[in-house]
């Protein structure tokens, strides 16, 4: 019960925000939709059961004017059945679309947002392959939660609906075995009870290990996928240093986990499918058995033995739920466990972390003032260190060091997004610009990759032209229109041009430029630099080297102490 319970207040933390949100009277509305539309299907089941009476009975009795008003009767009830069912299907997935929409907008609003899509993997707390359980996982956890939902909900009013009906039959109906009357109130739905709790606790016992089966193949395919795309994407190196047998040998391994789960994946659900079958042929007989000799006796017509058949069937059906949806249920529990790591992962970043947080003031307007601040790892050990910065609007300041030093941890302490550590960093709010080593070139048009992360449409193109033309990319202008993989047509000088394109068009207070002249020549280094002069003279410009090439080009130098310091 205990796991029942947890399972249930799992579904429910992550089922309930969505119909308490600001789409709440839409999200209930079509969940009523879905629901009278089940209790219309039901109520088909019924009038068709009833109506099986009615027609084995016309025949038996060789009635012909009763049989051909059971046949106008099946007409109008198949109508009602394909109404019912369509209305069925077409609130069910809008309310899975309008549901999938607002789960996703709500994790990636989560975790592409301040930097937590960055702090989750560096802090610890990452959960693998966190897209594509926002992009898939959601989306099975949904679907298989309408599945379950609506199919539940059917057995439920079946079980009450048949449940009557098998409740009458049974009094009129002897149940007679060596000449002997074992009948008893209810008897027909009593056993239909125990025939079923019978088959679901078999099933229970067969299936159980689907549930973690699943969940791990859920978390193989995804790894594959992010290795073949992750290959996909930097084909380039790979190709230059000819690392396609290791690429290869990764994929392979990956795939191979994959393969191995699956197969006992496969074995598992080959042995469930194959009790779920026989049970299901034999229920097709077994309630004619049960009834068979009330109807030799002649207690009872043709059309009851036939409406108690498959009363007792539907009956079945329904109490039988978990045993006829259990590799379902495996499949739905996987991906609701998946989210709900993610969910946590999400919350646990927030935090505060062991080994101290930096303390930062992102409401000091006009400067950045740094003051003994120790960079950390989670486990508290010091990578970099910075006893003292300060600069007003317009100051020039180059932070080098040795390799090793911390210089590119410094920038993401400065940049807010690496928060472990202790010391004080007071800046302007949102008003840091942080340029990488790492280039980094979204999907899009070539306007789109430059003006990166100001979007595309608040840049004047005659502005952006004027910019090109300052860093020495003037002859893209004409190709600005044009969608390409950027990342791998642009040489590595010209994607360093187009950071210092994106620094002037964002316009920032503070602008961390790590190591981003590497790829350019002397000549080309000073005109980077006069065009940030140019354009945004008030800027606060701090730029990570690690030689001293850049000196002549900043007003005051910063030397970090190697790491060997900080150890001491």
Known sequence: MKQIAEVLRVFFSLALPYFRSEEKWRARALLLGVIVAEFGVVYALVAFNHWNAYFFNAI??????????????????????AAATMAQFFFGQTLIMYWRRWMTEKYVSRWMADARHYRMRVL???????????????????QKTHDLGYNFLGSLIALVSFAYILWGLSSAAPFVIFGVDFAFPGYLFWIAILYAAVGTLIAHWIGKPLIGYNFNQQRFESDYRFAITRSWDHSEPIALMRGEKIEREVLGTRFGNLVRNWTKLI?????????????????????????????????????????????????????AFFLHSYAKIAEWKASM???????????????????????????????LDVSDLVVTLPSGRAIATLDKLSLRPGDRTLLTGSSGSGKSSIQRA??????????KVALPHDDVLAMPQRFYFPLGSLK??????TPANEVDDTRLREVLNQVGLGYLAERLGEEAEWGSM????????????????????????DDSTSNLDGDATKQMYEAIDKNLPQAMV?????????????KDTVVLPPAAARAT
């Open 124 to 142: 610890g707390h990452d959960v693998d392959n966190t897209h594509l359980r926002i992009a898939n996982d959601v989306l099975i956890f949904l």
């Open 542 to 554: 701090i730029s990570l080297a690690r030689t001293d090439a850049l000196r002549t080009l900043h």
């Open 490 to 513: 642009l040489s590595g000088g010209e994607q360093q041009r187009v950071a210092f394109a994106r620094a002037i068009l964002r316009d920032p207070a503070i602008l961390l430029l």
């Open 414 to 423: 400065l940049a807010g997004i690496w928060t472990l550590g202790k010391g």
């Open 448 to 453: 789109s990759v430059i003006t990166y992360p």
């Open 60 to 81: 038996q009795n060789r009635d012909w004017d009763d049989f051909m008003f059971a046949l106008l009767l099946f007409v109008g009830i198949a109508l009602w059945t």
């Open 337 to 367: 466990d998946r989210i709900a790591q993610l969910d946590a992962a999400l919350s646990e970043v927030d935090k505060p972390q062991h080994a101290g947080t930096i303390a930062l003031d992102d409401h000091h307007e006009g400067a």
């Open 267 to 319: 074995r598992r659900q080959s042995g469930l499918t194959f009790f779920v079958t026989g049970y299901t042929q034999w229920s097709l007989v077994f309630p004619t058995l049960v009834a068979s000799p009330a109807y030799f006796m002649g207690a009872i017509p043709l059309g009851s033995l036939m409406q108690g058949a498959l009363a007792f069937q539907r009956v079945d059906i329904a109490f």
